[in-house]
């Protein structure tokens, strides 16, 4: 009877899949996605993870988890399985994986969707459940120090420099997207400015008034939060007051700037930690809204499942199909962060090993069906919508004219018109040239929301979308900052002693504002850049993210290997030697392509040569030495991310060799067993 | 009968909620304290919960 019924489920997934492929007509039905999604992920976690749980980690109920044998009542807490899940999927969950799948969906919405559905459950999903486990059976170490532990020194730095670097790149990033949501939108940046405040009071809330009531503390903040969207509009309506809150992009990043300074100088509690819990709230509710939204609505997907910019001129970003999808869409189908997030935190809170298959491989499913969302929300879009918001202006043209007919041209019509009134319903000047896919994916959002849930609210469903991913984006921020300041000021500790003092206030500044100044450099020259920068930083994430899957993969796979699984070293072999492809691939396109939007180096040149000229308008040419430097900066820091990757490969590789020739290498770290009664569940 | 299932369902679904905000935590920190370190005092609520916050935000607790 089982049989039978996964025999069903495998026959809908193959049919779902099927039709999603070869459907060549005008529309097709989201819902098509929806199923070929849940039947993928169904028999990915019944039998792939339960097969690798049982057969290549040989999960042991019986033996205790540090949870259990460390249990200090705080970080080590034994913990049940559905809670743990909640936990980690809020931690691994962030605007990765609605970001990645709106800009990719320039491809169309095939290859992304596939990429998403196959990458989580033969990548993500493993990479997350090994990485779990792994650490659960070594207390809860860092990826850092497996890396150290199990290979060598050699895969301790490079994950350490590998780590500082995405964080870098990152926060730049999300930045960027923040400011581009907010760049002339006076409501939009009336309510991101207004979370701020709203962050501060829930701080002093849930310190001097009710102390750690976490749960009405929260309630009592996204109260506010909804007023503040409300509120937004109200700003926007007013004639003198929404002249306060319109700024041009250069003050925003700015303002962004300043303000990650100072909150990852300021207390945790005041800023930083209710801020998380609001955005945490917002982040599961508005998830499961979606989803409920996607199913009432069955929208129709108006995207072709192909387009013609497979071939590498797409207008959101250079690239071809292979690799830059992959690059891509990094969180959603694989995401090397989260091999930080599940070693450290989360195994401290694995009541049984047997937990890991749900918390590991089941958190990474739901985070990949929200890339799937995402991927739905970007493409329900006319496709022309679509590319008019996301196309920076360097490439579509400066007026909205001029953006139309490039737009019209490639086969996806669109009007000024159509364009000013969807603007007017979003209570937005223009939506134009709205890069960095938070904008758009708020466009896909409010429809979905409003025609589920009642129209005529489409205004304020779009600024709760942008004020939802900001709020996002604003903990990552000051999160990461936070992170690359302890990493510097350990690394700086060895130079002079007392600059290792995480709590000595000098150090603390230092090192603050020189990971401030390190993503607030590529957010300014983002936000100069006339191709709207997102073009350059988000290749360059993709990159780093998968050079920590890379790393994470490489770490699991030399473990498998010393313990004499070798058999099934293909299981996070395979997905590395995926990623090491891709990623090379794509940092050698970086590199020599002669195409200026995708090559570093051409666009360097060809940049050079129009300044020489004295081709460039008078304001593009001022920035134009700084953006020449920053393409010639990207190129080493791609090769460099390459390289440490390919170190830490052929460092694996040195110890699988030594382990097949029965050459002694470091001994297993794993915690010595301790045994406890298997439990029936 | 069915009303106490209904109940039950509620205090499990409450709890959960708890857990998964972890408004509970001091409960559980205190109910370690006192069959672990019985004899000594315990932290207060908010000389807990600033010193949870410290820990959670030293490390790397978001992902992007």
Redesign the interface.
């Known amino acids: 009877m089982r049989k039978l019924l996964w025999g069903c489920v495998a026959l809908l997934a193959a049919f779902a899949v099927g039709g999603i492929a070869l459907h060549r007509g005008e529309t097709i039905n989201a819902m098509w996605i929806v199923v070929a999604a849940v039947c993928i992920y169904a028999l990915g976690y019944r039998f792939y993870s339960a097969w690798i749980a049982a057969r290549v980690l040989t999960i042991d109920a019986t033996r205790a988890t540090p949870a259990v044998r460390l249990?200090?009542?705080?970080?080590f807490?034994p913990?049940?399985r559905?809670?743990v899940f909640?936990?980690h999927f809020a931690?691994?969950?962030?605007?990765?994986p609605l970001i990645g799948p709106t800009l990719a969906a320039q491809f169309g919405y095939l290859p992304g969707t596939l990429w998403i559905l196959v990458g989580a459950v033969l990548g993500g999903c493993v990479q997350d459940m090994t990485v779990l486990f792994l650490s659960t059976r070594r207390d809860g170490r860092?990826l850092g120090q497996m890396a150290r532990d199990e290979l060598g020194p050699i895969g301790g730095y490079a994950a350490i420099v590998g780590?500082l670097v995405i964080m870098i790149i990152?926060i730049a990033v999300?930045g960027l997207v923040v400011v581009n949501a907010m760049k002339h939108s006076p409501w939009a940046t009336a309510t991101v400015f207004a979370t701020i405040p709203i962050a501060i009071l829930i701080g002093l809330y849930?310190?001097n008034i009710r102390?750690?009531?976490?749960?009405e503390g929260?309630l009592i903040g996204l109260a506010l939060l909804l007023l503040a969207v409300i509120g937004g509009g109200a700003i926007n309506d007013h004639e003198t007051l929404r002249v306060w809150f319109d700024w041009s992009g250069e003050p925003l990043a700015w303002f962004v700037i300043g303000y990650g300074f100072v909150a990852a100088v300021l207390p945790?509690?005041l800023l930083?930690?209710p801020r998380?819990?609001l955005s945490t709230f917002l982040k599961l509710g508005t998830v499961f809204l979606l989803a409920i939204a996607v199913v009432i609505m069955r929208p129709d997907i108006k995207m072709p499942a192909v387009t013609q910019f497979i071939d590498g001129t797409g207008p959101i970003f250079g690239g071809s199909l292979f690799p830059f999808v992959f690059i891509t869409i990094a969180?959603g189908a694989i995401?090397g962060?989260?091999a930080?997030?599940a070693s450290?935190?989360t195994p401290k809170l694995i009541e049984n090993e047997r937990d890991v298959r749900l918390v590991g491989y089941g958190s990474m499913m739901l985070e990949s069906s929200v890339a799937i969302m995402a991927m739905i929300a970007a493409t329900l879009l006319d496709p022309g919508v679509y590319f008019a918001i996301n196309s920076a202006p360097g490439v579509v043209g400066a007026t909205a004219e001029a953006a139309v007919k490039t737009i019209s041209s490639w086969g996806f019509p669109v009007t000024v018109e159509q364009m000013d009134q969807l603007a007017r319903d979003m209570g937005e000047t223009t939506l134009f040239a709205r890069t960095g896919g938070a904008p758009s994916l708020a466009v896909g959002m409010a429809s979905i929301f409003s025609s589920a849930f009642g129209s005529g609210m489409l205004a304020v469903w779009y600024h709760f979308a942008i004020m939802f991913e900001a709020v996002f984006i604003l903990?990552?921020l000051d999160?990461?900052t936070?992170?690359g300041r302890?990493m510097l000021q350990d690394a700086l500790g060895h130079v002079w002693k007392p600059l290792g003092q995480?709590s000595w206030y000098p150090s603390v500044l230092i090192s603050s504002a020189l990971i401030v100044a390190g993503w607030g450099y590529f957010l300014y020259i983002g936000v100069v850049d006339p191709n709207g920068g997102i073009n350059i930083l988000w290749p360059l994430f993709g990159i780093a993210?998968q050079l920590l899957a890379g790393i994470a993969l490489c770490i699991a796979t030399g473990i498998l290997v010393k313990q004499g699984k070798l058999r099934f070293a293909w299981v996070t072999g395979l997905p590395l030697v995926w990623i090491a492809i891709v990623t090379t691939t794509a940092t050698w396109e970086k590199l020599v392509s002669d195409d200026p939007r995708v090559g570093f180096l051409a666009a360097a040149k060809q940049l050079a040569a129009q300044l020489a000229a004295g081709t460039l308008p008078e304001a593009q040419a001022a920035v134009a030495p700084q953006l020449i430097f920053n393409q010639r900066l990207d190129a080493v820091l791609a090769v460099v991310l390459t390289a440490i990757l390919w170190i830490v490969i052929a460092d694996t590789a040195r110890v699988s060799w030594r382990v097949i020739r029965g050459l002694p290498v470091l001994p297993s770290s794993e915690a010595p067993a301790v045994r406890i009664a298997a439990q029936a569940r | 009968m069915k009303e106490r299932s209904f109940k039950a369902l509620g205090a499990t679904l409450w709890r959960a909620l708890r857990a998964l905000t972890q408004e509970d935590a001091y409960e559980r920190y205190l109910r370690h304290h006192f069959s672990a370190h019985a004899g000594t005092a315990p932290l207060t609520r908010r000389e807990f919960y600033l010193r949870e916050q410290e820990r959670k935000w030293s490390g790397i607790s978001r992902c992007c």
């Open positions: 249990n200090n009542g705080r970080d807490v913990t049940h559905w809670i909640g936990h931690a691994i969950a962030g605007p990765g860092s780590t990152l999300l849930l310190r102390p750690g009531r976490v749960l929260s945790v509690w930083l930690a998380d819990y969180c995401s962060f989260h930080l997030v450290g935190t903990t990552t999160a990461g936070r992170v302890f995480t993210n």
